[in-house]
């Protein structure tokens, strides 16, 4: 079964959550690197809204990363919770 829209929004969620934290910046610092405001950082942490894709190159810029990092990270952290949905469900 597919993953649900949730289960990825939480995922991006732990992704950004997870560079940010490695890269020890504020969710200030990213969302002025990437020219998106600190909210709407706050925002896509929570997993409250469906980012456009300008919206996640701008966070990758914001965070120091390329695109493919955030989404290698995000793929993780989805194959870790659809893992735990999927064993849990058993």
């Known amino acids: 079964m597919p993953p649900t829209i949730d289960a990825e929004l939480r995922a991006l969620a732990a ?3 997870e560079i940010r934290a490695r890269h020890q ?13 600190r909210k709407y950082v706050g925002q896509i942490e929570r997993g409250e809204i469906v980012p456009s894709f300008a919206a996640l190159v701008a966070l990758a810029r914001g965070l120091g990363v390329p695109l493919s990092e955030l989404v290698r990270v995000y793929e993780e952290r989805l194959s870790a919770r659809t893992g735990t949905e999927r064993e849990t469900r058993s």
């Not at 910046?25 to 405001?37: D, H, I, K, M, T």
């Open 15 to 17: 992704a950004v959550r």
């Open 25 to 37: 910046l504020s969710q200030e610092r990213v969302a002025s690197r990437g020219g998106v405001g």
